[in-house]
C-alpha cells in the first residue's frame, strides 16, 4: 500500500518560513516525481511545486517562484518545500503528490496524494 505522509505545517507570521516534509512509503518514485499542491475553500486545487526523482528538475507555479524551493531524499523517498517570505494567501491544505513516471504540473498527472497539512499565515 502506498502511503504519502506530510508534515511541519502550521501557524506562522507573515514573512515568516516553514519546511514541509513528505515521506512516501509502499514504493519508490525513483522514475517518477513527488510534489505539492494546496487548496483552500471554494476554489481548485492548485498546483505549488514538483521535483524530478530521477534528474532533479524542478517547476514551480508562478505564485510561490522566488519564495520556495522543493528538494528531494532519494535515499528517503522523501520530498521538502522551504516556504520563505509567507503571505497570507499562502493560507491552505497543502498536499502531497506523487507520480510514478514522470512529471506533472496538473492534479491530473497525479497517481498519489498525502492526507495534506494545514499552513496558516497570519497577517
Known amino acids: 500500500q502506498v502511503q504519502l505522509v506530510e508534515s511541519g505545517g502550521g501557524l506562522v507570521q507573515a514573512g515568516g518560513s516553514l519546511r514541509l516534509s513528505c515521506a512516501a512509503s509502499?514504493?519508490?518514485?525513483?522514475?517518477?516525481?513527488m510534489g505539492w499542491f494546496r487548496q483552500v475553500p471554494g476554489k481548485e486545487r492548485e498546483f505549488v511545486a514538483r521535483?524530478?526523482?530521477?534528474?532533479?528538475?524542478?517547476n514551480y507555479a508562478d505564485s510561490v517562484k522566488g519564495r520556495f524551493t522543493i528538494s528531494r531524499d532519494n535515499a528517503k523517498n522523501t520530498v521538502y518545500l522551504q516556504m520563505n517570505s509567507l503571505r497570507p494567501e499562502d493560507t491552505a491544505i497543502y498536499y502531497c503528490?506523487?507520480?510514478?513516471?514522470?512529471?506533472?504540473?496538473?492534479?491530473?498527472?497525479?497517481?498519489?496524494w498525502g492526507q495534506g497539512t494545514q499552513v496558516t499565515v497570519s497577517s
Open positions: 503528490a506523487a507520480r510514478r513516471v514522470g512529471v506533472f504540473t496538473s492534479a491530473r498527472g497525479v497517481d498519489y
Open positions: 509502499g514504493r519508490t518514485f525513483s522514475s517518477g516525481a
Open positions: 521535483i524530478s526523482m530521477s534528474g532533479g528538475s524542478t
